[in-house]
């Protein structure tokens, strides 16, 4: 094997100028590499080059219904693609493995590693350039034509753009064809097309004239149907996929240069009967010794297919824009973990203040109906405080006293932030429970008594819970790593800080509106308990 290829690379080294000596020279060492390695399969960081001489083997999609390029009669492939095929493995000194593709297919076979090559009809045009690395100079070249009766007066496109033209799935014109024409019919196979079109189903259809040559030389088809329009020329190239092919499209390109200065191409292409004026000119090309050195120069540039924007795609890449602009901060994953762990524990501090609030209110309702007047006197007085205190000035005030008793820490902070806001909040609807509890007069039972009041002060309650969920933002103050202190650090290294600003008030907004709710169910449920005991 390696002899083989010793061969062959000095065949290559011998004949070629010395840019396209390169292949030769990728060859080479690509097959010692792979020669030195006791497993090829087991090795995760091979390019495609690589792989194909490890397998001794290269996969090659190719067409089967391609008349002159690739047919399949019985098993037997022919055509210039199939030869062009065999011609390429040969000259890698691996086998070909034929592979059936269909337009729709041979790209997406590229992509998920299925295919190391594809040979199938497919012109190069922009928009594949994205899906799929084409090997150049291009193999052969095609002009998509427009063909209907002899009797129909067509001169331009303006004459069909009222009409239904026929087509086949995967055609590159297809993106130019829909522009220029009312409708498009697809079929799977230009077969199939030239089938509908001999029985009326379709007046006029589109395709390579590759293809159609067979077809328009006949004296029964070619006597009632001809060429109106031709729509765009287009050169065929072969194609890898977009990852680890390097080195593969590198030689690729090299080989296929030599098969156009040669004359391979053109003596392929010959055997079939193809239109060689497209392959003479190539030759012509290739064979200028600037070609070799500065191969760039001489390479044909796919056909452009970009379509003009809609108003679609200009409003939906303003939104893009408007999108990174805005939020383009949070892409960052410091600034994403800083956002995810603020809202955690600001979700944190508001499950603790509701809790807290709730049970210091049964406190301070228990307390203000107590029979012991020191406690009730003492109970009013923090009411009193409280009432006149703005909430952050006790929240200030109790991390004060805090950081005097204990050891500062992210865990004491958030329990001074719950306090703080519960004290206030709870205080005011204990006082609340307390004068339902006096309304209700003494005819029942306490604990009974005490259901129907927090029921009869639900409304205040669910006032304090709220103002308790709002409230707890102010924990950033004494040292919560809350939503408020993430969205201040994001913000200092943003050029958008009002975005950070919207997020906390939306944010707020939801777990409001989502408290609102729990406690109007908590409430219809504690009224059902009661009717029904």
């Known amino acids: 094997m390696i002899r083989a290829l010793s061969v062959a690379a000095l065949l290559l080294v011998g004949s070629l100028p010395a840019q396209a000596q390169d292949a030769a020279t990728l060859l080479y060492e690509a097959r010692a590499q792979v020669e030195g390695l006791a497993d090829c399969e087991a090795q995760p960081d091979q390019d495609r080059l690589e792989e194909i001489l490890c397998a001794d083997t290269i996969r090659i999609g190719v067409r089967s219904g391609y008349p002159r390029f690739a047919e399949n009669r019985g098993g037997e492939r022919s ?40 040979i199938a009809t497919m012109g190069h045009n922009s928009v594949r350039d994205a899906n799929a690395r084409f ?28 009409k239904t033209v026929c087509t086949t799935v995967g055609n590159f014109a297809n993106a130019l064809l829909v522009e220029r024409v009312a409708r498009v019919m697809l079929f799977d196979t230009p077969a199939r097309l030239l ?41 065929w190239g072969m194609a890898v996929g977009l990852e680890g092919t390097e080195r593969l499209a590198s030689v690729l390109d090299q080989i296929s240069a ?29 064979n200028q010794p600037f070609c070799m050195q500065a191969p760039a120069t001489c390479m044909l540039p796919p056909l452009d297919t970009t379509l003009a924007e809609g108003p679609v795609k200009v409003a939906v890449a303003g939104f893009q824009d408007w999108l990174n602009e805005t939020f383009g901060v949070l892409y960052s994953q410091f600034a994403w973990d800083l956002l995810v762990n603020g809202a955690i524990i600001s979700l944190i501090a508001v499950a603790g203040v509701l809790v807290a609030t709730l049970g210091i209110a049964l406190l301070f309702a228990w307390g203000l109906l107590a029979r012991n007047r020191v406690l009730r006197g003492a109970l009013h007085l923090l009411i009193v405080v409280f009432q006149g205190s703005p909430p952050i000035l006790i929240l200030v005030f109790v991390a004060a ?3 005097a008793i204990l050891l500062y820490s992210t865990a004491v902070a958030l329990f001074v932030a719950i306090i703080s806001i519960a004290l206030v909040n709870g205080a005011f609807a204990g006082q609340g ?101």
């Open 79 to 118: 055509g210039y693609e199939i030869d062009l095929a065999r011609k390429v493995a040969d000259t890698l000194g691996v086998e070909a493995e034929l592979v059936p593709v269909t337009p729709v297919t041979r790209i997406s076979a590229l992509s998920d590693g299925t295919l190391d090559l594809v």
């Open 135 to 162: 090997i150049r100079p291009h193999y052969y070249s095609s002009e998509t034509i427009l063909i209907g009766d002899r009797r129909l007066p067509i001169a331009t496109w303006d004459d069909v753009s009222d």
């Open 195 to 235: 089938e509908n079109l001999e029985a009326g189903t379709c007046s006029l259809i589109v395709q390579d004239d590759s293809v159609m040559v067979d077809a328009l030389a006949s004296d029964d088809f070619g006597g009632r149907f001809e060429r109106k329009l031709g729509l765009s020329e287009i050169p």
């Open 258 to 286: 030599r098969f156009h200065a040669d004359g391979t191409f053109l003596e392929m292409a010959e055997s079939h009967g193809i239109v060689l004026g497209f392959l003479l000119r190539m030759q012509d090309t290739w």
């Open 401 to 403: 006293l805090a950081n």
């Open 433 to 533: 429970i307390a004068d339902a509890w006096r309304s209700l007069g003494s005819r029942m039972s306490d604990g009974k008594r005490m259901r129907h009041a927090i029921v009869r002060a639900a409304p205040q309650i669910e006032a304090f819970l709220t103002n308790a969920t709002r409230g707890i933002a102010a924990a950033s103050f004494v040292g919560v790593a809350d939503l408020t202190n993430a969205l201040n650090d994001i913000a200092s290294f943003s050029r958008s800080q009002v975005v950070t600003y919207w997020i906390l008030l939306i944010f707020y907004i939801l777990v409001v509106m989502a408290v609102v709710r729990l406690s109007r169910a908590l409430n219809r449920g504690l009224e059902r308990a009661l009717v029904e005991g």
